[in-house]
């Protein structure tokens, strides 16, 4: 039975628009909430991919000017999704990127696009609309990050105020603007201060999240540590620091019915944890695909990646040399920086047969991967949660990963312990240097070598539960646990100016 009610609000939801990981977040929660009695209704922009997969829409509320146009706000379900659309379509008619114009930039009017999305929300978290009241607004990251701040300095009605929920997915991104913004904003002066959202002099829609949601996530427990640091706080890690506790990390699942090996339509062929002998023809359409020879000495990586710096795809081309020498071989995909795409056709020139890319972005070739690779290495500099080593998990893809954020969460590393007990499910590496990645891969190598301990690392991680289950168990007990705080007498007085 449903007994809670949550307003989920992002700028992107999977499978409606996707850049990254947010949208898986955002898109899978609401089911595996649902059988846990908490109800989702997910609140996003109405760009074009979402008005066109609205079914029978419903107008809730028309704004005669939301931020310099006509507004309504319309609810339907689409893709199985209990959907709440902002439909501006002066901020949100837009072709492609939710964020980028066709030159990839940002677009100018962001601040007041995302503002706009947040600045509704709260509106419904205040009971714009008969018959619904959000127990809990759940932020996803900046462009959500407005919520709390228009709840505490907003107009509109002296209702009693949802809590709220900031997860923050990477705190790389933050939404910074000029503070001339905050009148166009419909921010008043007061909300310019530390507690609100002044940052170094400009308007921070993240920091005003951070100091004013009842609570803060972020996607990995090792990652809600490291961001209070000095060295991954990222400007943040003082206002981190001063609200540690309520601050805390819940993991992300995968989607185990997509990512399943035993069913995967885009493997060339299926198999399970009990039967790994697919593999060997995944294994072979990789070589394939990647020209790499047919045959190998060590075990064939796989990298699966955005090509930033943040993922550290210069340490796998400083591995390579010895990778290539000890017999391994490396399929690489991924797109983004152009010097490190250069740097990599590069490498693939160099060592023929044993290191071939494919640049671009491919999602059923990145099942293959999964499904044939033996290893999947993944030296991010750091790491909010990671995905690529949760499918490789369910996968028998060995995980080799730099020990940050989700990463070193997720992975037991295969040391003399951990072997002892049969509990290790792949390989860890710190710092992140290429000399510890180095002598991680004379790990790997040894351990390949011995095909019952590579057989039991890749049981183990096939066995090991990276559904969503436990993390909406998390969800669950954290969103209940502010219900009651909602409803104190302090949290009662929400301020309209
Ligand atoms: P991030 O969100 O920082 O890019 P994650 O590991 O959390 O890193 O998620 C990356 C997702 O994007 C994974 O689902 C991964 O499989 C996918 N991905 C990354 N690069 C590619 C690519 N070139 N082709 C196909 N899928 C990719």
Redesign the pocket.
Known sequence: MTDLRVLSVASEVFPLVKT??LADVAGALPAALAPLGVAVRTMMPGYPAVMSAIEQGEDLHHWKDLFGGKARLIAGTAKGLDLLALDAPHLYDRPGNPYLDATGKDWPDNALRFAALSFAAADVGRGLIAGYQPDVIHAHDWQAGLVPVYLRYGHGKKTRAPGTVVTVHNLAYQGQFPHATLEALKLPSESFTLEGVEYYGQVGFLKGALSLADRITTVSPTYAQEIQTREMGMGLDGLLRHRAQFLSGILNGIDTAVWNPAKDPLLSARYDGAKLGGRKANKAAIRERFNLAAESDGPLLTV???LTWQKGIDLALAALPQLVAAGGQLAL???GDAALQSELTAAAARHPGSVGIVL????AL?HLLQGGADAILIPSRFEP????QL?GLRYGTVPIVAHTGGLADTVIDANEAALAAGVATGFQFAPVTAEALDAALERVFRCYREPSVWKSLQKNGMASDVSWQRPAEHYAALFRSIVPHRAAPQRAKVKAV
């Not at 671009?360 to 999602?363: A, C, K, L, N």
């Not at 949660?385 to 690529?388: A, D, F, I, Q």
């Open positions: 990254g990981g699966i990646s955005r995909l991924g797109s671009g972005y491919d999602e990145s949660c990671g995905l690529t499918y």
